[in-house]
């Protein structure tokens, strides 16, 4: 990212200055200066707050989500408007939203589609049949009501960003999301999400009460006003694409780096986790703070941003050991830790 911010590289360093991507229509971005893309973003996180009162961190941890081009999981108990704050999300940024709701009689086929018999002039002929998976953003909701067949059925999608079926593969639109949200697993009717399918979730989002003159504020414009607020469009899906490129280029210091790489690999080896992080964690968290630091205007990666970025990075990653448990810490209690 230069000093000047123009936008006049492309991710392999030469000059661009339109989108590659097949799905959305050609638009020159030769005029776009990074500027321009960073106060659109900001706006994004504006337009949303007119539907959803409070939970700033919320929507500034699955905005960063949205940059990163990576998947988040949404936990909290019924009621605290997850569905829609994803909502209020696509639609400021124009993209094409659908939701899968998930229950524990639901089949893999009803999420990624199935072949149909289908009469044409020339007779009857197997047509693939496109399921909800085929969106820019998928709200997968309570997804830990799914069975563990079900929830496989996301793996490939959530990390590959394609779907195969009857043996071929069908690409997803771009940018593609899964955006999950989970009731806490103690409740009724639950099931635990594999270790395999967390991991492809780049941030787990606790959602929690709002405050008094919050929940005072929602009661009046939701049970004694009209209809939803109006939510524009601030971040065109070309422009979102545009962001994302632009994300991957802020530059870190090699030595925050380093930090960021050490504090992911301390949790292999603290005596509170039974199992630490991944690679995948360190990865994730530089890229989540650097889009935390591209949405607060700045250039560059600092310490605070990837402090702020690490429990919800981290905390779905790791599994605590049974005497930390006994003893009631929580996965942010040792993030916290870890960090100080």
Known sequence: MSDDKNWNLSDDGS????????????VDLSELS?????????????????????????VERLL????????????????????????????????????????????????????I?????????????????????????????????????????MQEKQVTASGETYSLPKPFFVLATQNPIDQGGTYPLPEAQTDRFLMKILVDYPEFDEERTIVKQYAEGGSLPEVERVLPRTH????????????????????????????????????????????????????RAFIHGRSHVSWEDVAEMAAPVIRHRIILDFRAEREGLSPDDVVTRLLE
């Open 34 to 58: 990074i500027e321009d893309l960073q106060s659109s973003v900001s706006a994004v996180k504006k337009e949303v707050g007119k539907r959803i009162i409070g939970q700033h961190d919320v």
């Open 117 to 157: 018999i289908r009469e044409s002039s020339e007779g009857r002929e197997f047509v693939f049949e496109r399921g909800p998976i085929f969106a820019n953003v998928v709200l997968a909701d309570e997804i830990n009501r799914a069975t563990p067949k079900t929830q496989a059925a996301l793996l490939e999608a």
């Open 15 to 26: 000059p661009a200055s339109q989108t590659t991507d097949a799905d959305a229509p050609t």
């Open 240 to 291: 979102l694409l545009a962001a994302q490129r632009l994300v991957r280029r802020v530059p870190i210091a090699d030595d925050i780096r380093d930090r960021t790489v050490e504090l992911v690999r301390k949790t292999r080896d603290d005596d509170a986790i039974e199992f630490g992080a991944s690679p995948r964690a360190s990865m994730a968290l530089v890229l989540a703070a650097k889009a």
């Open 64 to 115: 960063v989500c949205v940059l990163c081009d990576g998947n988040a999981l949404l936990e909290s108990n019924p009621g605290l408007g997850k569905t829609t704050l994803v909502r209020a999300l696509t639609e400021a940024t124009d993209l094409q939203f659908s939701r899968i709701q998930n229950t524990p009689d639901l089949m893999p086929s009803d999420i990624t589609g199935t072949e």
